[in-house]
């Protein structure tokens, strides 16, 4: 099984640029989070869904859009870069919600100039 | 806002020691979970412990909770260069759903 694959691993955008960070988890699990590590910082939650067409806002929404129209994707939109979003972003998916383990992604680390 | 705290921000040890690791948290829990992140790479889970446990082992790892002081302890018994890594507890509150809402973790470093 891939697990959760992270697209793409890299990217460099400009400020005002928008982009979209892909997710996808074959597991068939209805729990799908972002989250964002700054140094210093931990992870903090973006956004998160319970299932197909179900999503919600988390600690740091602001910038940052999410849809999920299928189980296995759960895209994170840019809708306008800017430098303070440069991180490393996760995407995580359990199938039991936070009552077992959730299983990350290797991220995208994404720098905005 | 950051839910758990861990202590302390960076460890040091040699191989063949031990090494704990401490989380406080602010709010009531479901249960709290520790994860491992190797430089450069995603976050692994390791062990989730619930409420209403106290103690719990998986191989070389040992965790244990105690709610009325809203902390948790991660214990890796005979440490390997392996083990260094970044380790982070996370939190399963009681309302709503169920993410996580992390602490900004401990650095291990284990030397040969």
């Known amino acids: 099984n891939a697990g959760v694959t992270q697209t793409p691993k890299f990217q460099v955008l400009k400020t005002g640029q928008s982009m979209t960070l892909q997710c996808a988890q074959d597991?068939?699990?209805?729990?799908m989070s972002w989250y964002r590590q700054d140094p210093g910082m931990g992870l903090r939650l973006i956004h998160y869904s319970v299932g197909a067409g179900i999503t919600d806002q988390g600690e740091v929404p602001n910038g940052y859009n999410v849809s999920r129209s299928t189980t296995e994707d759960f895209p994170l939109r840019l809708l306008s870069a800017a430098p303070s979003q440069t991180s490393v972003y996760f995407c995580a998916s359990s199938g039991q919600g936070g009552h077992y383990g959730y299983t990350f992604g290797s991220g995208t680390r994404l720098t905005v100039v | 806002s950051q839910q758990g705290e861990e202590d302390p921000q960076a460890l040091s040890i040699q191989e063949g020691e031990n090494a704990t690791m401490n989380c406080s948290y602010k709010?009531?829990?479901?249960?709290l979970q520790w994860y491992r992140q190797n430089s450069g790479r995603g976050l692994v889970h390791l062990i989730l412990i619930r409420s209403n446990e106290r103690e719990k082992h998986s191989g070389r790892l040992r965790v244990t909770l105690d709610t009325s002081k809203k902390s948790s302890s991660l214990l890796i018994t005979a440490s390997r260069a392996a083990d260094t890594a970044s380790y982070f507890c996370a939190t399963v509150g009681n309302s709503g759903y169920s993410t996580l809402t992390f602490g900004k973790g401990t650095m291990l470093l284990v030397s040969p």
């Open positions: 597991m068939n699990h209805e729990y």
């Open positions: 709010t009531s829990i479901n249960n």
